[in-house]
């Protein structure tokens, strides 16, 4: 069974700038190109084999959220990592496209009739601008340099 992060949550602990935790976006690159959501690393699913991706995969104390286009492209990811061996993983309720239009985008609120709306409404509110500077303020950073693997010469 895969856990399921729900939206609020993760626009929570992005806003909360929470060290454990990691998102894994499966999408293209070129679509991640587009929208990466802040912190988030660009993870095929063939690079959930590379030894690269070991070190990040295997940290038990870090929420690794894995988000695509859709959310059951999250699970088969996840999964597909539970069956590597990993823990801590969990899929974004509802994929990538939902966490946009219900936190991104600037939709109409549309209340549940929870005594809750109001402070729900607030929040989202708050996240929108808060995680879309985010966004712009990771545009303009300079791209990390790949990783050289380096080959060890020489020997017996």
């Not at 939206?7 to 929570?12: R, V």
């Not at 690794?64 to 069956?83: H, S």
């Not at 402070?119 to 985010?134: C, G």
């Amino acid at each position: 069974m895969v856990k399921l992060m729900p939206i609020d949550e993760l626009a929570y602990r992005i806003v909360d700038n929470e060290p454990n935790l990691q998102i894994v976006d499966i999408r293209s690159s070129d679509q991640f190109a587009k929208l990466a959501l802040p912190g988030s690393r660009n993870i095929s699913f063939r690079d959930f084999f590379s030894k690269d991706n070991n070190a990040l995969f295997s940290q038990r104390h870090v929420k690794k959220v894995l988000v695509a286009d859709n959310e059951v492209q999250e699970k088969a990811g996840c999964l597909l990592l539970k069956n590597l061996g990993y823990d801590n993983v969990a899929a974004l309720e509802g994929g990538l496209p939902q966490f946009t239009h219900i936190i991104l985008d600037t939709t109409a609120f549309v209340p549940t009739g929870s005594r809750w709306d109001n402070d729900v409404k607030t929040f989202r509110e708050t996240a929108r601008v808060q995680i879309a500077n985010m966004i712009e303020a990771a545009k303009h950073l300079a791209p990390k340099a790949a990783k050289v693997e380096k080959k060890i010469t020489g020997g017996c």
